[in-house]
């Protein structure tokens, strides 16, 4: 007599599934679970919360152990794999592969913390242990790879869009990062894609995410003619629409190519451009004579032990306070002493701003990972926005507003005038599932810390919801304190009043979308100083000025001019050193730009006498009347120019 049993288990059953299995096979061998795809989609679908990975991974070897036939249970999970991670809807969501990817090879700990006696693979100083069954990791390492290089091989116009494969070339990096495909073989696969208009953008896309996520591997143990072969073929890369990603691969690389039409030398007189209303193919001014003025290296600070992302001057104190991914809180004195450090615990800073007024210091916090425990137990606080109160010479926490509703609280700016309040740029959850999945809603939130006794119980007071994408920077409108404007990754400017329910107008001209749109790709930082010197500037290499008057109520205007420094990425602006004068900051170089004429005047800032490649500088701020500027980012240093 044989006996069939049929088993129909829900995610949070499957703790108990292995001793029930168990159990049944006392009985019989004839054991099967049912709808085991849409069983391991649930599970998989967890992995969207990293803190998940311990939990689900266990229960997928479970499923993978217990059940009654292997073979079939691992097309099932490679079906629901597939399924959950290439989805459409998590490309929409800007939802990373990453997460899912490491439930399929192993976990990582520090060699000195654990024997590796038990271990499958040593790499560096970490042991990794392998989440799956031995078989079911080869085996899906054997259909993965071909899979997401199936995809990625596709022929696409050079334009196609990248949300058709953005997530098959994260996905790919990622198996290099695991070490299931070789850095050499990738590199070589990657080389022969570049190579052909027709596979090029996905090949663009595949190198962007493997400098991401595998850096070390690219510098450390790459063969040097494979990478000289990969420089190569990327200086034969030209397109416009891979500008961003060329001018990241190789700063990230430490590479550099001839700007086009100078030969080679990097003279900013040749590469900048202007184009004003009116003239749109004029050049810009530039001084080429060394006896300028402009920014002249003096000194760094060093502090920090990692990336620094914000800094805020306070006049009133002449105190510099900078922070970065280190989590310390750094406040220097004007001799570039540290009077203060200010450790944030389970927080970096990345954006911040002193409300003068007030005194008040307020801070975006992000979670630190490697603070979000072990196992199980593992869970990354929610972004937060710190309040700090000047004290004497010291700075003293007086609050945390804990935003357990939002993904990140990527920008800050306190409100001039006599209101104690603040903008921020915030990603909310949301609790609805169009579209078959929760979604992000991007809000410039305006608070008014008068509102409330308690600065954990703030709430806003209006939270305004336009944007369709990232809120990158806010900025004031000095002239009238009640406005405010903020840039995004959906490329445009908005301005704000925050007595208005809504947005007030919009910078820039209408596109055939139907979008206002103030640059061609994500905005990165903006600044005021009057009706007529507002900046913005973005990935797409410009800083471009407007004219608050030119707004219209509807929306849309044209910029009174754009100017281009060099090929690349502009990070920062910073208004400051004279009436009309800013400091820009791209992936390339620092200089200082003079707008007070109908053609803007721009100079590189002199190097350091050392010869040091200056780095990326995230942050600018100015003080002692603007004569001074402070510069940080990627190398840790603060370094400071004087305006002479």
Known sequence: MKLFIEVEISPDEIPLAAELFRTLRALTDHVKTRDLCRLFQALISKLEDGNQLDRVSNEVATLLTDTMSFETTLEEFQAAFVAVVFSHDLVLRQQSVVPFMFLLPRDVFLVNDFSVANCIVTCGNFVLFYRLPDLAKSRMRDFLIPKVLKHLTLKRPVEASRMEFFAHAEAFAALVNLEFVSINGALTTIITLLRKPETRCAAVTMLGKTVELCLQQLTENCDPSTLQDLNTALQNVTEDAFQYDINYIEESMGWSRPLHGIGGSHDVSSSASLSTQGDLNKGMAMDSSSASFGLHAV?????????????????????LISGGKDGTLIVWTSDGQVAEKVDMARHYACSMDIHSSYQTLLVCGVAKEENSGSGSNRMLPPPCIHRYAAVGRCWKEQGVLSK????????????????HAFVTGETFHTSSHEGGGPRLDERVCYYDINTTSSFGNLQPVRQYTEHEDLITCVSLFPPNHNLFMSGSRDSSVRVWDRRVERCVGMFGSMQKNGRVQAHDSMITCLDAIDTNLILSAGMDTRVLRWDFRLLANSGGCAPVSSLQLDDSAVLKVSLGGGASSAAVSTLRGLYFVDFSSARPVARSAEPFKDGRRIGRYHDLKWAN????????????RIDVYSLR
């Open 299 to 319: 000194e760094s600070y060093s502090g920090h032990r990692n990336t620094i992302f914000a800094m805020s001057y306070d006049d009133k104190r002449n105190q």
């Open 404 to 419: 357990d509703s939002s993904k990140l609280v990527s920008c800050i700016k306190a409100l001039g005038g006599v209101e």
């Open 625 to 636: 009347g603007r004569s001074l500027l402070y510069a940080a980012g990627d190398d840790m």
